[in-house]
């Protein structure tokens, strides 16, 4: 059946929307969440399994430390409440990824609550209020064969690789967030890039979540304009990029608006997103936490940190993304306009490597916010994911500096990077981009093209010092861009002064 979409502004005028994230990070510890088994990605299916993650009678958990460690620095972060005394519970339900047939998470007693986050945009700051943090392990991965979707849905059969079963995970979780009217998709966004840069500067997962070790369930739900009532949600699951999270609040909020001014019931259900189409698609009905007949995990006694190591933890933390932000612009002298254009492209990391790897702060602004950046949008990826590293960004630009290339022909080097031709220098070689730097040639097209307009050449004689624009632009096409202006225009004033 084909839905009816919104327009985003109609939407607007007759609905308040109201959000709630959760994201699931995956740790990196060495080991998972109440086993010993390894947890390196990409491992062949099934090698990292033992008989605890596969729920085999007899088998016992163990919590993992490291976990619970990383779990209190995720709280800390967030400006939660560190719980002196919290247990896990079972959550049973049937999936197939899941080998004990129940997962083993916190239910009413996290081990971190009642936080909040800032996340700015466009100039305005929206706090965001963190419900919970809790423990819990991952799923395994299932496969799904044939049919045209890769769902369940169709498939003639399933491949289930359990290595990921057991890994540790914290669910972070908001509080309904109210009250952004038509920002709501670009707060969603950034609550979720915050959390990232947040998690990556901890040090305690990669964030990568293209591979899932970072990956966000949006809830959605719409009201009517002025009502204090909550609508009814849906959990859109799994979205894995900033840009897709976005884009999910977006179609929800138009999908939503249909089905509601055509007088029905938004059903409580799951959502699959779909990267091609920016759209959503059913999953499943959305259970209540009641229905997952929680009750506490008899196999693990209760994790009671003391005070004296939350402090201890508390004094790890690295500096704060917000005040790391306004160090950066200050060392980089960008105006507040420029720093929130580069924050709102996910870009602060990537300028400041390259900044570190030799290039100049407005240099590596202009490239990654640019050429990169137009880049990445057709490609529809992150800024990060575009092909292009800073060391390869700031190594163009020493190119610049040095005069072996100018912005035009730095832009056909980019080409050949996101090609995979090879290094900056390889490129210049293969390709012949060098700027002409040899005075000879540069004299003959000055030559000919004094040659070709002689009355641009009198007016020059003349004092017309801007007239040499003309040959300096000739001179360029003859060369195919690759001359120098700055020595072209010198050697024209220099011929007829």
């Not at 939407?11 to 959760?22: H, I, K, M, T």
Request: charged share 25%; proline share 6%.
């Amino acid at each position: 059946m084909t839905e009816t979409l919104v327009p985003f502004d109609e939407v607007l005028e007759r609905y308040d929307p109201a959000l709630g994230l959760e994201v699931h990070v995956e740790l990196n510890t060495a080991t998972k969440m109440f086993c010993g088994c390894p947890t390196e990605f990409g491992a062949e299916p099934n090698t990292q399994v033992c008989p605890t993650c596969l729920g085999l009678p007899g088998a016992m958990p163990a919590v993992n430390g490291k976990a619970v460690e990383a779990a209190i620095r995720i709280g800390l972060a967030l400006n939660c409440q560190i719980a002196e005394w919290c247990r896990f519970a079972r959550k049973n339900y049937f999936y197939p990824d899941m080998p004990k047939n129940f997962q083993t998470s916190q239910y009413d007693e996290p081990i971190c609550f009642d936080g909040h986050l800032d996340v700015e945009v466009d100039g305005e700051t929206y706090r965001i209020g963190i419900e919970r943090a809790h423990m819990e392990e991952d799923t395994g991965k299932a496969t799904h064969v044939g049919g045209a979707t890769g769902r369940i849905h169709g498939a003639d059969h399933s491949l289930i690789d359990y290595n990921r079963a057991g890994i540790p995970l914290i669910e972070i979780v908001t509080k309904p967030i109210t009250g952004t009217g038509e920002k709501a998709p670009l707060v969603a966004r950034a609550y979720v890039a915050a959390l990232r840069d947040i998690v990556k500067g901890l040090g305690v997962s990669d964030v990568k979540m293209e591979q899932g070790s970072m990956r966000c369930d949006v809830n959605l739900s719409l009201a009517p304009k002025g009502s204090d009532k909550l609508g009814t949600r849906t959990e859109t699951k799994n979205v894995n990029s900033l840009r897709s999270v976005e884009r999910a609040v977006r179609f929800e909020m138009s999908r939503h608006a249909g089905v509601l001014d055509a007088g029905g019931s938004v059903l409580q259900e799951t959502r699959h997103f779909h990267e091609d189409t920016a759209t959503t698609s059913p999953g499943r009905p959305k259970s209540d936490a009641e229905d997952y007949r929680y009750f506490p995990e008899p196999d693990l006694v209760p994790v009671a940190p003391s005070r004296e190591w939350v402090e201890e933890l508390r004094a790890t933390l690295p500096e704060p993304p917000t005040v790391r932000r306004a160090r950066l612009q200050e060392a980089w002298g960008y105006t507040d306009l420029e720093m929130r254009d580069v924050v709102s492209a996910g870009a602060v990391e990537l300028i400041e490597e390259t900044v570190a790897a030799g290039a100049a702060p407005q240099a590596a602004r202009k490239w990654w916010l640019s050429e990169i950046s137009r880049r990445a949008n057709e490609a529809g990826v992150e800024l990060a994911e575009a092909g292009v590293t800073p060391a390869q960004v700031a190594e163009v630009q020493r190119l610049i500096d040095e005069g072996t290339l100018n912005d035009k022909l730095a832009r056909q080097v980019f080409d050949g990077l996101f090609a995979g031709e090879g290094t900056p220098a390889q490129i210049i070689e293969k390709r012949g981009l060098a700027l002409v730097s040899d005075d000879g040639p540069l004299l003959a097209a000055i030559d000919e093209a004094l040659a070709a307009q002689p009355d641009i050449a009198d007016k020059i004689r003349g004092g017309n010092h801007k007239a040499a624009g003309a040959i300096v632009g000739a001179v360029m096409k003859a060369t195919r861009g690759q001359a120098d202006a700055a020595r072209v225009q010198q050697l024209i004033l220099e011929k007829l002064s």
